[in-house]
């Protein structure tokens, strides 16, 4: 797929203590100077983040957290704390708003979408994160108040689920011919044998399967899913391959979601940006402009405003001109 192209990396010339005195400058007084925030925050890495905070707590005693939250409310505050907090923390938290948020009767697909581009390993240490944080573990919140067809799948990612690590070319034969032999109908959640492939591969399992059943049969596998008679099951089958098929894809799609149509999913949108910032974002937002024809700052201009917007923009990264 090509190298990642972060849209975040670590300062050159970094010192930590005076970006500490600088931000500290910036919430003295009346009001605070938000572009100093940003520019600090959207212009160093998350270990330099993180330095800057203990300096800050040195030179100060204060917890820089804590400063922020007395300074600036809202999702820019939201986009700040993700920005600055433990990773494993930072992805329990927002699973932990989508599963026990305020509108209840949660349902599977939003849980699923987050846990399936993520590998065994990286869904253990948050599950880890999540019960030293809510003192419950994921897997008991999701029993409790998850609900849809796709709910053991949820259940069987955040469980420690034993994941098969092995690439030869006969597996990817043999499980290539499994998906030929499906019919659309064969495409639901009771199918035990089709949802461990799609649950208990690695990552590069995955995707090497579904690129030889493209070359095998000529057809995207997504395309099959998609004639699914069942929308709800559809949903869910579209996340879980789409997630395995291409990350950049994947994302650029949630993200495109998240500000279509009326009002915006914010904690999806600030999840995304700061999860991908320092990895792969340019490429996601590269394939975000070829897809929906539109810059992916464009279209946060658009939907979002003042500070938090200004922020999400800086992560993302200045605009390069589309090329043919």
Same mark, same amino acid.
């Given at each position: 797929?090509?190298?990642?192209?972060?849209?975040?990396?670590?300062?050159?010339?970094?010192?930590?203590?005076?970006?500490?005195?600088?931000?500290?400058?910036?919430?003295?007084?009346?009001?605070?100077?938000?572009?100093?925030?940003?520019? !600090?925050?959207?212009?160093?890495?998350?270990?330099?983040?993180?330095?800057?905070?203990?300096?800050?707590?040195?030179?100060?005693?204060?917890?820089?957290?804590?400063?922020?939250?007395?300074?600036?409310?809202?999702?820019?505050?939201?986009?700040?704390?993700?920005?600055?907090?433990?990773?494993?923390?930072?992805?329990?938290?927002?699973?932990?708003?989508?599963?026990?948020?305020?509108?209840?009767?949660?349902?599977? !697909?939003?849980?699923?979408?987050?846990?399936?581009?993520?590998?065994?390993?990286?869904?253990?240490?948050?599950?880890?994160?999540?019960?030293?944080?809510?003192?419950?573990?994921?897997?008991?919140?999701?029993?409790?108040?998850?609900?849809?067809?796709?709910?053991?799948?949820?259940?069987?990612?955040?469980?420690?689920?034993?994941?098969?690590?092995?690439?030869?070319?006969?597996?990817?034969?043999?499980?290539?011919?499994?998906?030929?032999?499906?019919?659309?109908?064969?495409?639901?959640?009771?199918?035990?044998?089709?949802?461990?492939?799609?649950?208990?591969?690695?990552?590069?399992?995955?995707?090497?399967?579904?690129?030889?059943?493209?070359?095998?049969?000529?057809?995207?596998?997504?395309?099959?899913?998609?004639?699914?008679?069942?929308?709800?099951?559809?949903?869910?089958?579209?996340?879980?391959?789409?997630?395995?098929?291409?990350?950049?894809?994947?994302?650029?799609?949630?993200?495109?979601?998240?500000?279509?149509?009326?009002?915006?999913?914010?904690?999806?949108?600030?999840?995304? !940006?700061?999860?991908?910032?320092?990895?792969?974002?340019?490429?996601?937002?590269?394939?975000?402009?070829?897809?929906?024809?539109?810059?992916?700052?464009?279209?946060?201009?658009?939907?979002?405003?003042?500070?938090?917007?200004?922020?999400?923009?800086?992560?993302?990264?200045?605009?390069?001109?589309?090329?043919?």
């Amino acid at each position: 797929m090509g190298d990642k192209k972060p849209t975040v990396v670590a300062a050159t010339e970094f010192n930590a203590d005076k970006d500490a005195e600088q931000l500290y400058e910036a919430f003295k007084g009346f009001g605070t100077n938000e572009n100093i925030v940003t520019s !600090i925050f959207a212009g160093r890495s998350l270990e330099q983040r993180q330095s800057i905070q203990e300096a800050y707590k040195s030179k100060y005693n204060k917890d820089l957290v804590q400063e922020i939250r007395s300074e600036v409310s809202g999702n820019y505050l939201m986009a700040l704390e993700g920005l600055i907090e433990d990773p494993a923390d930072f992805h329990a938290k927002h699973l932990q708003r989508i599963i026990c948020g305020v509108l209840p009767g949660c349902k599977d !697909i939003p849980v699923l979408e987050v846990l399936s581009p993520l590998s065994s390993v990286e869904r253990n240490v948050i599950a880890s994160a999540y019960a030293e944080l809510f003192k419950k573990t994921l897997a008991d919140d999701v029993e409790a108040k998850v609900s849809g067809p796709f709910k053991a799948a949820v259940l069987t990612l955040v469980g420690g689920n034993d994941v098969n690590q092995s690439l030869t070319s006969q597996k990817v034969e043999s499980d290539t011919n499994f998906l030929v032999s499906l019919k659309a109908e064969d495409w639901t959640p009771e199918n035990t044998t089709l949802m461990d492939f799609l649950l208990k591969n690695n990552p590069m399992a995955l995707f090497a399967v579904i690129n030889s059943y493209k070359t095998t049969t000529n057809t995207d596998l997504l395309e099959v899913v998609k004639t699914q008679p069942k929308e709800i099951y559809r949903e869910g089958f579209k996340v879980l391959v789409e997630a395995a098929q291409d990350h950049w894809m994947y994302f650029a799609k949630q993200l495109y979601q998240s500000m279509k149509g009326i009002g915006t999913n914010d904690s999806k949108l600030i999840y995304i !940006i700061v999860f991908r910032c320092e990895s792969d974002l340019g490429n996601i937002a590269d394939t975000f402009q070829q897809t929906f024809n539109c810059s992916l700052q464009s279209f946060i201009r658009d939907d979002t405003s003042g500070d938090y917007g200004n922020l999400l923009i800086a992560l993302v990264g200045p605009e390069v001109a589309a090329t043919n």
